[in-house]
């Protein structure tokens, strides 16, 4: 085990357990506020993706590493959960304090190993403190209920307390964001947490982790493993992990669900998505074009809450697409440090090739491709492709039934509002849509009828703001509890129902009938 120091001061690896040669420090595992190797011997390269070359090596923890994380946070949860909730209050309007002050560092740790625009990653990083500052106000979100004279002298109250070691597992398009979202909530409500990150742009994890002891939390309260599925299986299998919260690919997050209820753990395990955006021939074409551009292409298409089919209806389609072909033109891909880029490389080589294969097999399947990013030069080695539009998509394609997780926008053509309703209503994922119009009677109907988690009109990417929680349906959410927000003060808490009576002794009688009044 190392300080945070002594760990910096070692000089960089010439070659990871993987082979190859890094220029960076190996990321290293947070337990118990000291930075380890663990001892797996394990590494994965961590590259930069805007130049394709390996940035560091994160160290994959054994399941005894990540069994040696839990006892930590285990050791460190009596304290915690007895902290008062004003200290732990203090504790985290200093996090976002420092967090908000030093976002353009952070921002570049994650433009550095996940690839996009550094405005892009500050932006995560804005979202991410929404439920920082949701947290602050944890004295409120943790008040129970008291319920006076509910028998004749008989009082009820209700209180939250944590449930005891979480653990928080994260995919790597938002390296910030989606820990804050975890992590957060569940520090906050007494818990403490083991976070699990991405280990393809494991390092804004470390950062967070830094950021948050630096604002006084005490250590063991949040330590970070990175891993893969041996470091996850363990958390999902070991007694003392109570709760789960996942958020990453729908076969995983469905593995994940079924693993941990298996073990008797309380989960939510967020999936992938396909969102669609459908736009009424009512709308104003030019503001939905910029929409569908915006929601696309920013990312690179890897959101969750990325706009991914664009469903016409009626006559919109030729108009719609002539407006976006002129707008994707004129597009600047680059590397996320260059503040010309509007749009970066995708995260590896093996996701770059996946996703220009989708394009490629788009003609065979039966789509037209009317602009093929696929064929974009670009000079050196990073992950880059261009924008793509495919149009004629219909279901039964692959390139619409699976989760492309790229800058790959479909067209659907449809004839009529129920068309689209019923298009959207039969695809397994159901994380967000929006509807473009300016009827309101049609908007209305469109949130009545859909059958998605979260739903914009006029709003491509609807992620709700922090005062409410995050949560697709059906395939995009495993679990019932939403993230972030009221909803994960539930699902960090156990709810403790109090039943009180101060008789006198001279009233006392036995009395084996059940309970009542
Ligand atoms: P992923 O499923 O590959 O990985 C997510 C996490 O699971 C990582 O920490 C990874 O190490 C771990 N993992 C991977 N394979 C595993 C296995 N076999 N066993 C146990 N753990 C494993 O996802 P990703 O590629 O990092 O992220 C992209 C995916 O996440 C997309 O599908 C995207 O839609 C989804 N996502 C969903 C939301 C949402 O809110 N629903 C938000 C962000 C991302």
Redesign the pocket.
């Known amino acids: 085990e190392d300080t945070k120091q002594e760990a910096e001061a070692r000089a960089p690896q010439a070659a990871g357990a993987d082979g190859q040669a890094a220029t960076g420090p190996d990321v290293e595992h947070v337990i118990g506020g000291r930075r380890t190797a663990g001892t797996s011997g394990r590494t994965a390269p961590v590259y930069d993706p805007a130049t394709g070359q390996v940035a560091r090596h994160v160290h994959l923890a054994s399941a005894e590493d990540v069994a040696t994380a839990v006892e930590t946070a285990e050791a460190a949860l009596p304290a915690w959960r007895a902290t008062s909730l004003a200290k732990r209050s203090t504790i985290l309007f200093r996090v976002e304090n420092i967090i908000r002050e030093r976002t353009p560092e952070l921002a570049a740790i994650i433009t550095a190993e996940h690839g996009k625009v550094l405005s892009d990653a500050a932006g995560e990083v804005a979202r991410g403190l929404e439920n920082v500052q949701f947290c602050t106000g944890v004295m409120h979100h943790m008040k129970g209920e008291f319920l006076e004279q509910a028998a004749t002298g008989v009082d009820v109250h209700q209180i939250r307390q944590p449930v005891g070691v979480v653990a928080c597992?994260?995919?790597?398009?938002?390296p910030a964001m989606?820990p804050l979202w975890m992590i957060t909530t569940a520090i906050a409500a007494g818990n403490t947490v083991i976070l699990?990150?991405?280990?393809?742009d494991p390092s804004a994890a470390v950062w967070i982790a830094e950021a948050f002891a630096e604002a006084g939390l005490p250590p063991g309260v949040l330590n970070v493993v990175h891993g893969?599925?041996e470091a996850?299986?363990e958390l999902l299998t070991n007694p003392l992990v109570k709760a789960v919260s996942f958020?990453?690919?729908?076969p995983?997050a469905k593995?994940i669900y079924e693993t941990s209820a298996a073990h008797g753990k309380r989960v939510q395990a967020?999936?992938?998505?396909k969102n669609h955006m459908v736009v009424m021939p009512d709308a104003d074409l030019d503001s939905a074009a910029d929409a569908a551009v915006s929601a696309a292409y920013g990312s690179a298409g890897e959101r969750?809450m990325a706009v991914s089919v664009l469903v016409t209806v009626g006559d919109v389609a030729d108009p719609l697409i002539e407006r976006i072909k002129e707008r994707v033109e004129k597009l600047t891909i680059g590397p996320g440090t260059d503040p010309a880029s509007e749009m970066g490389p995708l995260i590896t080589r093996q996701a770059l090739e996946r996703v220009n294969g989708y394009v490629a097999n788009a003609p065979a399947e039966g789509a037209t491709v009317v602009v093929d990013g696929t064929q974009q030069h670009f000079d050196g080695e990073g992950f880059f492709t261009g924008v793509s539009l495919v149009d004629h998509v219909r279901p039964g394609m692959k390139v619409y039934d699976e989760?492309i997780?790229g800058p790959v926008l479909s067209v659907v053509r449809v004839d009529t509002f129920d068309d689209a309703v019923r298009l959207i209503n039969t695809n397994q994922y159901a994380?967000g849509t929006a509807v473009f119009t300016r009827d309101g009677k049609t908007a209305r109907e469109f949130e009545f009828a859909i059958e998605v988690g979260m739903v914009g009109v006029n709003v491509p990417i609807p992620v709700p703001i922090g005062a409410f929680s995050?949560g697709?349906w059906k395939s995009?959410?495993f679990g019932d509890t939403h993230m972030y927000g009221p909803e994960s003060f539930n699902f960090y808490t156990r709810r403790k129902l109090v039943t009180t009576r101060w008789p006198e002794p001279s009233e006392s009688q036995i009395d084996l009938g059940f309970p009542t009044h």
């Open positions: 597992i994260t995919p790597f398009n938002f989606v699990k990150p991405s280990e393809r893969d599925k996850v299986d958020v990453g690919s729908t995983i593995y967020l999936g992938g998505a969750c989760e997780f994380n995050f697709g995009s959410l």
